[in-house]
């Protein structure tokens, strides 16, 4: 670790969770975990950080689920934002922000950054009305736009719903999808022009390299390019259709598009608020170093869309470096709200014997980062307990004798561990697999008298400075049966201070059968 790192200022970013369901472990697994371990990371050696995000309150999605639940889209995305806050806090996820872009402390600011940003967009003649052809049903009326368009991906061939692709990241327009149907019964599909925003840098190998410069993996580079070389440097700023944010800009048939970025423009201003100041962590001025986290189910709109958009700004630039997991399988197949498919985090984390800090270990060892995996739930089961019988058989021993003073060549080796660990969750990568396996190494480190007062303080440090960033509750609490203060620091690891443990008994193994009775199976899985 540089001291320039230990002093710089993080911004995360993970993808705003759309309200139209509760967070299942795909999502929990993928750019929340990565955030939270990433910023815990961070705090332990020193870095200021503010994690943010919110609800996706205007993707189309809501529509859907509005739809099914009888409510209005309001209804639906003021209980599930409240109920995904819950999800984030059973998986012990901490946020400095949690925005809901309807409630009035948010609502006019926020609509104010989307329509700044086209009105500087429009006067520098980058951002123009295009009038696009787009599908309407002949019975309903109603643009077959977004959630409500089916069809096959113009990348791969495979099915898709709405303006990308879960399987090879795609993204892309309503003309461009092969074989267009609505979701919905109501007519055949009749072609239409409207009017929207786009805006068009025109510089395909210019927004590759703002990107490259992230150091983004050539596997998602390659997404982008051939993102732009299909569809070209176009980035919409307007859509069809009555949900979303109305505005003076657009007609009345017509929304501004509450794009990823323009989200991420409007948490960054959040940001300097919570800190006193002025501005945005995303101007071009700005010492704040920005990472965005999100799925390669979104990579179109995270890898794509914030660099042509900010490539047309005078005031904003793109994200410092770009944290791309792939998706998670369950049982064989991809966990999905739609389909009902996957656990759900509440319901395993309230209705089971496994804590968030457990959920969190399990999802920690799937290298997502690398590539698609799947979870099984004898699996699941196996890394609960593997951390129960390691916090049973060697922390609680080594607590029992830990003395007051440290063992200085162990105590080194933990520090140089906790710098290994360090390069793996670093803002620009972000490599949980590689983390969380150096923690189970100390932990299983067979060269430790646990039995010696000083080795097993030190071993035990090592573990909590090692376990932050993955099980922080864990963590924590070892650190306090320590005798320090506050929350695991590198920086306090060298204090010398009487233990004070409580007595904690062995927990019985977890059972197959109680995360089974939890389990969804969609009616597609394989």
């Known amino acids: 670790m540089s001291t320039g790192e230990s002093t710089r200022r993080h911004l995360l970013l993970p993808m705003q969770p759309t309200p139209n369901g509760r967070m299942h472990i795909g999502h929990a697994a993928g750019p929340y975990l990565r955030a939270d371990a990433l910023a815990r990371r961070l705090r332990r050696d020193g870095s200021q950080v503010q994690v943010i995000t919110g609800t996706d309150v205007y993707e189309n999605?809501?529509?859907?689920?509005?739809?099914?639940?009888?409510?209005?889209?309001?209804?639906?995305?003021?209980?599930?934002?409240?109920?995904?806050?819950?999800?984030?806090?059973?998986?012990?996820?901490?946020?400095?922000?949690?925005?809901?872009p309807l409630t009035p402390d948010h609502a006019g600011a926020y609509r104010h950054i989307h329509e700044q940003l086209v009105e500087e967009l429009r006067r520098a003649g980058t951002a123009k009305l295009v009038a696009e052809r787009v599908p309407r049903s002949a019975a309903s009326?109603?643009?077959?736009?977004?959630?409500?368009?089916?069809?096959?991906?113009?990348?791969?061939?495979?099915?898709?719903a709405g303006n990308s692709c879960v399987r090879c990241g795609?993204?892309?327009q309503p003309a461009e999808i092969l074989e267009p149907r609505s979701r919905l019964d109501e007519g055949e599909l009749r072609w239409t022009h409207e009017d929207s925003w786009f805006v068009d840098p025109g510089n395909t190998e210019s927004i590759l390299a703002n990107l490259a410069e992230t150091g983004l993996d050539d596997e998602f580079l390659s997404i982008a390019r051939r993102h732009l070389h299909r569809s070209?440097?176009?980035?919409?700023?307007s859509q069809p259709g009555d949900w979303g944010l109305r505005s003076p800009l657009v007609s009345e048939r017509c929304v501004l598009t509450n794009t990823f970025y323009s989200y991420c423009l409007y948490c960054a201003q959040v940001s300097t608020a919570i800190r006193g100041e002025e501005g945005n962590d995303l101007d071009r001025d700005s010492a704040t170093h920005v990472v965005a986290l999100f799925g390669k189910d979104n990579?179109?709109?995270?890898?794509?869309?914030p660099y042509v958009i900010s490539s047309c700004s005078d005031r904003y630039r793109g994200f410092d470096t770009l944290a791309v997991n792939h998706l998670l399988s369950f049982e064989g197949s991809k966990c999905s709200t739609s389909k009902r498919h996957g656990i759900w985090v509440s319901e395993l984390i309230e209705g089971s014997s496994i804590t968030g800090d457990e959920l969190r270990y399990c999802l920690s060892h799937l290298p997502l980062?690398?590539?698609?995996?799947?979870?099984?739930?004898?699996?699941l089961v196996r890394h609960v307990n593997r951390l129960r019988d390691l916090d049973a058989n060697r922390v609680q021993t080594a607590l029992a004798t830990a003395g007051a003073e440290h063992a200085p060549a162990l105590l080194d080796a933990a520090i140089t561990q906790t710098e290994r660990q360090a390069e793996q969750l670093d803002p620009s990568h972000v490599r949980m697999t590689e983390a969380t396996t150096i923690l189970d190494r100390w932990l299983e480190r067979p060269d430790v008298d646990l039995a010696s007062a000083a080795q097993a303080r030190s071993w035990l440090t090592g573990v909590t400075l090692l376990a932050a960033p993955v099980t922080p509750v864990f963590a924590g609490r070892v650190w306090t049966e320590l005798g320090l203060r506050g929350s695991p620091r590198t920086a306090a690891a060298r204090q010398t201070s009487p233990t004070t443990p409580e007595r904690v008994g062995p927990r019985p193994h977890a059972q197959l059968s109680e995360v089974a009775a939890l389990a969804h199976i969609g009616s597609d899985a394989a």
């Open 170 to 172: 795609a993204g892309f």
């Open 232 to 237: 070209g440097t176009s980035v919409r700023l």
């Open 369 to 379: 980062e690398d590539e698609l995996c799947s979870l099984a739930m004898a699996e």
């Open 61 to 100: 999605w809501i529509l859907v689920e509005a739809l099914q639940s009888n409510e209005t889209p309001e209804q639906t995305c003021t209980r599930l934002h409240g109920l995904i806050a819950q999800d984030l806090a059973n998986l012990n996820v901490d946020l400095d922000a949690w925005i809901n």
């Open 141 to 160: 009326g109603r643009y077959v736009v977004g959630v409500w368009i089916l069809g096959r991906c113009p990348e791969c061939g495979s099915d898709v």
């Open 299 to 305: 990579a179109g709109i995270g890898l794509v869309a």
